[in-house]
């Protein structure tokens, strides 16, 4: 355990406890705890919580150069902050926590509605007293949210939170709306061809999601796209890599090997093949959501109702864009779906994602130096723009990239 004393080369600093549940969530702390580099006030500490989908943390976090503290001595020790994207065990820890949402929108309402009142329809994590309160008390020091909108929802459905809440924006959202010049540069980098197109395949995780039903579509997109002047990607979500194990994973999808169809492994950033896009077919997770910020025309899936957030991005998106059908050819789908869009078809689904478009990082950094009663470095918020991404061809290997 790193701790206070003698032994330490730089000393007197404030500690800042970063708990990783997922890689999901440790993508998303990752445009957080990176405000803090290059300030000697404070301490950085890393710690990986238990979660049924926490496989794989680990290594990601090693990949970053990053150690860890196991979980027990997390909660043994004192910090000054601690910064986490879930709920599973943050109230154990003694130190003020401040819980940051993830994905666009909050898109699933609470899947255990046994808690509830009668009568109480169930709500998304971030609006949940059952996440925000423990024995009826605020669990965090402050919760972030991307929109306005956002608020309203909180002061409905848990009101003892609003005190706590801040609107920060989405870094997602400024990463791509700053990406978005750069979308040429991206293709070459990913080996977009003269003439060629990309299509992108994301999938969120759960049975209602694409990859729970790829057996629907992944036959047309092998039979149908890859050598008629198409590239194709599937973006799955890191749970299912977690939940189900890579080589799992792998061998489910054998058949794209040599069909020219990339698998992106869970690690990778999938920010700059979004917009690298011409075609997105998604489904009700976050980067379809995401993608209507880009140039791309949106399919979706045939997907869920009922387990979809009434309000959230994904519920208007469902209403505004067309779904494939297994009836037509699926090239034929795609060439309609461009002809058919419309001048602004997705501008009030974009619009739901942040009320605050590129300011994430500078009311995030507030935010986290206020609650340590530091004061902010005197300069802006250093952000480094999206990396050129490696070429597909890395990732439509024979082990489809999932060993790299």
Same mark, same amino acid.
């Given at each position: 355990m790193i701790e206070q004393g003698q032994w330490l080369t730089v000393s007197d600093c404030k500690?800042?406890?970063?708990?990783?549940?997922?890689?999901?969530?440790? @993508?998303?702390l990752r445009e957080v705890f990176g405000l803090l580099e290059a300030d000697l006030r404070i301490q950085v500490i890393f710690t990986v919580a238990p979660h049924a989908f926490g496989s794989g943390v680990p290594q990601y976090l090693r990949s970053l150069g990053i150690s860890t503290v196991p979980w027990e001595e997390a909660l043994r020790a004192e910090f000054d902050l601690a910064l986490a994207a879930g709920s599973r065990g943050v109230h154990e820890l003694r130190a003020p926590v401040v819980r940051i949402s993830?994905?666009?929108?909050? #898109?699933? !309402? @609470? %899947?255990?509605? %046994?808690?509830? $009142?009668p009568g109480v329809e169930p709500v998304p994590g971030m609006m949940s007293p059952q996440q925000l309160l423990h024995e009826g008390r605020m669990r965090p020091g402050a919760v972030v949210y991307a929109h306005e909108r956002d608020l309203t929802e909180l002061a409905r459905s848990c009101p003892e939170a609003l005190p706590a809440a801040h609107v920060v924006g989405d *870094?997602?959202?400024?990463? #791509?709306?700053?990406?978005?010049?750069?979308?040429?540069?991206?293709r070459r980098a990913l080996g977009i061809g003269p003439g060629e197109r990309l299509v992108i395949i994301p999938s969120t995780w759960g049975p209602t999601s694409t990859f729970g039903r790829l057996d629907a579509l992944l036959p047309q997109l092998m039979s149908q796209l890859p050598?008629?002047?198409y590239r194709v990607a599937l973006l799955i979500h890191p749970n299912v890599f977690a939940g189900h194990g890579p080589w799992q994973v792998q061998s489910w999808l054998a058949g794209c090997r040599g069909r020219g169809i990339a698998v992106l492994p869970p690690e990778a950033d999938w920010l700059a093949p979004l917009?690298?896009?011409? +075609? &997105? #077919?998604?489904d009700h997770g976050s980067l379809t959501a995401y993608a209507t910020l880009t140039e791309a025309t949106l399919l979706l899936t045939p997907g869920p109702r009922r387990q979809i957030s009434a309000s959230s991005p994904a519920a208007l998106l469902a209403a505004v864009t067309p779904v &494939? %059908? *297994? =009836?037509? $050819?699926?090239?034929? @789908?795609?060439?309609?779906? =461009?002809? /058919?869009r419309r001048p602004g078809q997705y501008e009030q689904v974009a619009a739901l994602l942040s009320s605050a478009p590129g300011e994430f990082h500078r009311r995030m950094r507030a935010v986290v130096y206020r609650l340590l009663d530091l004061g902010e *470095?005197?300069?802006? *918020? &250093?952000?480094? !723009?999206? !990396?050129? $991404? $490696?070429?597909?061809?890395? +990732? /439509? =290997?024979t082990d489809l990239g999932l060993a790299q």
């Open positions: 500690r800042v406890l970063v708990v990783v549940h997922t890689v999901t969530f440790a @993508q998303r993830h994905g666009a929108g909050h #898109i699933k !309402p @609470q %899947s255990d509605a %046994s808690s509830l $009142p *870094p997602c959202v400024d990463r #791509i709306l700053a990406g978005l010049p750069r979308r040429e540069q991206y050598g008629r002047g917009i690298a896009a011409d +075609w &997105v #077919i998604g &494939v %059908s *297994p =009836a037509y $050819p699926l090239e034929e @789908q795609l060439s309609y779906a =461009a002809r /058919e *470095p005197a300069h802006a *918020p &250093v952000v480094s !723009p999206l !990396p050129l $991404p $490696p070429a597909l061809d890395r +990732w /439509e =290997a």
